[in-house]
């Protein structure tokens, strides 16, 4: 018998993205027994720690170590035990051969039931769709034989689009509305715990309670807090539900 967690992976172009799109599903699924990973392909040392800057003396390295210490709180509320940051760089975010071959490295260890990643467009943040486009790529080459062909290739895990801060703009609507009512808490207190983005707090509750009601009104559901998501591929499934 496979006692063996489940398995996910949260690919976040930044530090904080994770806590605010998706920090619902990931302490969701920990709450499951699952073991989320998340990859930060950056720290936001550039353009999203405006608060840091604006600290007379604020120096680069000092920025990531704050950024890095935030998230790292975030997801242990959360209740994630794996997270690694890239550091590939932020405003410009430049993705290399060897980051690609190593998140397709983890996504082969990690075999993962499902992704979740950012939209595929953001005109306000060239990073975010960058990630995305990361994250499919790399599934792609853990699914190629010929890449590693000692390793077993892994399947097709869906991949869902978290919702991105101005949707309309970036032509996401959402398709998957989950539940995180009982997990509500939790993603609060780590959403406080991103210091560095403090007036995203209010924003993204309120982003929540707008998608419990739409979740409660498309279902026979009371639903207070949900988290929107986009698919990419079809689901596949043995009947309607």
Request: aromatic share 10%; net charge negative.
């Amino acid at each position: 018998m496979n006692t063996q967690p489940k398995t996910a992976l949260v690919v976040s172009a930044h530090s904080a993205d994770f806590v605010w799109r998706a920090g619902g599903a990931i302490a969701l699924y920990a709450a499951r027994g699952w073991d989320v990973h998340i990859v930060c392909l950056s720290f936001g040392e550039r353009g999203e720690s405006a608060k840091l800057w604006r600290q007379p003396g604020m120096e680069m390295a000092t920025v990531k170590q704050e950024r890095e210490k935030e998230a790292r709180k975030a997801a242990e509320i959360l209740g994630v035990k794996q997270i690694r940051f890239m550091d590939v760089g932020d405003y410009p975010m430049r993705i290399g051969d060897d980051t690609l071959f190593e998140l397709a490295d983890l996504y082969r260890e990690l075999n993962p039931e499902f992704v979740l990643t950012h939209s595929q467009k953001d005109p306000y943040n060239f990073d975010h769709p960058l990630a995305t486009h990361v994250a499919q790529e790399a599934r792609i080459i853990a699914q190629a034989h010929g890449h590693c062909p000692q390793k077993p290739v892994i399947g097709a895990p869906p991949v869902f689009l978290f919702e991105p801060h101005q949707p309309e703009q970036c032509e996401w609507k959402p398709e998957l509305l989950l539940d995180i009512s009982e997990v509500w808490h939790v993603k609060r207190q780590a959403l406080e715990s991103m210091a560095a983005q403090e007036h995203l707090w209010e924003y993204y509750t309120r982003v929540a309670l707008q998608r419990g009601v739409q979740a409660s009104r498309n279902s026979n559901l009371k639903i207070n807090y949900a988290e929107g998501y986009q698919r990419i591929f079809p689901q596949v499934a043995a009947q309607f539900s």
